[in-house]
């Protein structure tokens, strides 16, 4: 089913808005190797920006489609039976990953844009969080990441630490399948005592059940972290992870490490499985110390800036040749664009970078700090190594996934696009024309395919509704 943009700007009310949310078509379901005839898709014309090490920054080139993954790139002669594609005057990028994001929160949008970071932790943390249903985490996260998918994100790093129990746990996933989006399911819990450990045993059952088997899911674990945790309750969640071998993602912000941090370093557990949020707080050498280890970051600047956490972590990884990943953070707070955060985070170290050379040379920089391709990589490569995804997704080269997002370039706000990379960063939700996830279109023609968006917009609202008069804050939340 073909979502068009006056479906997207109608009314709950207007139509469908009373029928339940229906299943995600079949024919829109990902594909199984192996089983059945294997389609091909042959994408011409475009200007493709692959981020594939060896391959120039931008290339008119052909992408091959085989099943869910990219065969070919480069010029190919196509066989009669090839969907063929012409995308002239588009450009073809990596689809998005967004490293760390609440979908959970969907519901609240706008809410807490004039909240600060103890505002929101009291307000939403402290009051309304708790009172979520399962049904609330379903539309929440099937909202938020069909609005990622719109956005031109094709993996997310879905932070749900809203699973009040097993059931929400569940829902959250099947919110997560129902979109048709790529992402790693980090399960969390609301803010527990320092003394108590993640739930080992949900963990388990979501390995082996919801989450297990499912070729677009995988499971991440969304722990309080050292910084919100006793030295012996770090070190046995880091060492669970390890233990099971997915990724360990945590909040890091505000405050300098204390003797938990020691106790995981000591314990040898940092890795390249271990994902540190914000990271505002932490010293030059403990920086230094994790890079090393190959531990990887993900700031949420437009977020990190404006309720308060401190500085995005961009500069400091730089310093060290390493880089940020990024994410977008909180619905209810700032917007889901990430190729918004990619500006943002790019503009505010390009700030600092001048102001730096000011004040030790009297002038800003003759030269830029910081690239726009550097920009496009945090939204991109950097994404999938922070998910541990990054031997699948990420790059557009053969035997990667064939998740793919496509600019519309000939609109009046990019074109002329002289320069390709610039553009992309500079597209907005109406560029993006197409989004392709594991060789499956999920938006074509600027429109979403398999989603009954009016159902979800209007089950999306009752739910909001519903949350906020636990604040008695009906549309308008209070300061």
């Known amino acids: 089913m073909a979502v068009s943009a006056a479906d997207m700007n109608r009314r709950p009310g207007d139509d469908a808005s009373g029928k339940e949310l229906r299943h995600v078509r079949e024919e829109s379901r990902p594909r199984r190797r192996g089983v059945g005839h294997m389609s091909r898709t042959l994408l011409r ?39 063929t594609v012409d995308f002239s005057g588009r450009i073809v990028l990596p689809g998005l990953i967004n490293a760390h994001l609440h979908t959970w929160q969907a519901a609240l949008r706008c809410v807490g844009a004039d909240w600060t970071l103890l505002q929101y932790l009291t307000h939403l943390h402290g009051g309304i969080a708790r009172h979520y249903s399962p049904d609330d985490l379903f539309i929440g996260t099937l909202a938020g990441a069909l609005n990622q998918i719109n956005c031109g994100t094709t993996t997310i790093g879905d932070w749900c630490h809203n699973s009040l129990s097993p059931a929400h746990a569940d829902a959250a996933v ?56 006793t030295p012996d309750v770090a070190v046995a969640d880091f060492r669970a992870a390890d233990e099971r071998g997915v990724v360990v993602s945590m909040h890091q912000s505000g405050g300098e490490p204390t003797a938990a941090w020691d106790a995981v370093r000591t314990a ?57 990943s990024l994410g977008t953070d909180v619905d209810s707070v700032v917007p889901g664009q990430l190729l918004t955060a990619a500006r943002i ?83 907005e939700i109406a560029n993006i024309e197409a989004v392709m996830i594991a060789g499956r ?39």
């Open 345 to 427: 985070a790019l503009a505010h170290q390009r700030a600092l970078d001048h102001e730096h050379h000011r004040r030790s040379g009297g002038a800003a920089s003759e030269r830029p700090s910081i690239t726009g391709k550097q920009a496009l990589s945090w939204a991109t490569v950097e994404g999938a190594r922070a998910l541990g995804l990054a031997d699948r997704i990420g790059r557009i080269e053969p035997g990667m996934q064939a998740d793919l997002v496509v600019i519309d370039a000939r609109a009046l706000n990019l074109w002329p696009a002289h320069d390709p990379i610039a553009a992309a960063l500079h597209a």
């Open 174 to 229: 099947a919110g997560l399948l129902e979109s048709g989006i790529r992402a790693v399911f980090l399960h969390g819990t609301p803010y527990r005592a320092p003394d108590v450990a993640h739930p080992l045993p949900e963990i388990d059952r979501l390995l082996e059940g919801a989450v297990g088997g499912h070729t677009l899911l995988t499971l991440g674990m969304a722990v309080q972290g050292p910084q919100y945790s």
């Open 45 to 83: 014309g475009a200007q493709v920006i692959s981020m594939a090490p060896g391959r120039p920054d931008v290339e008119r080139v052909d992408i091959l489609v085989d099943g869910d993954s990219i065969a070919a790139v480069g010029e190919h002669p196509g066989r009669p039976d090839d969907d």
């Open 441 to 479: 279109w999920r938006k074509r023609e600027h429109s979403l395919l398999g989603a009954d968006v009016a159902g979800v917009r209007g089950r999306l609202l009752d739910s909001g509704e519903r949350l906020l008069r636990v604040l008695d804050m009906p549309g308008i939340p209070r300061s």
């Open 268 to 324: 040898g557990l940092f890795g390249p499985r271990t994902n540190v949020v914000h990271g505002s707080g932490l010293t030059d050498d403990w920086v230094k110390t994790l890079v090393e280890a190959g531990v990887s970051f993900t700031t949420t600047p437009e977020n990190e800036l404006g309720q308060g956490h401190g500085t995005p972590i961009t500069g400091p990884l730089l310093r060290l040749g390493a880089a940020p």
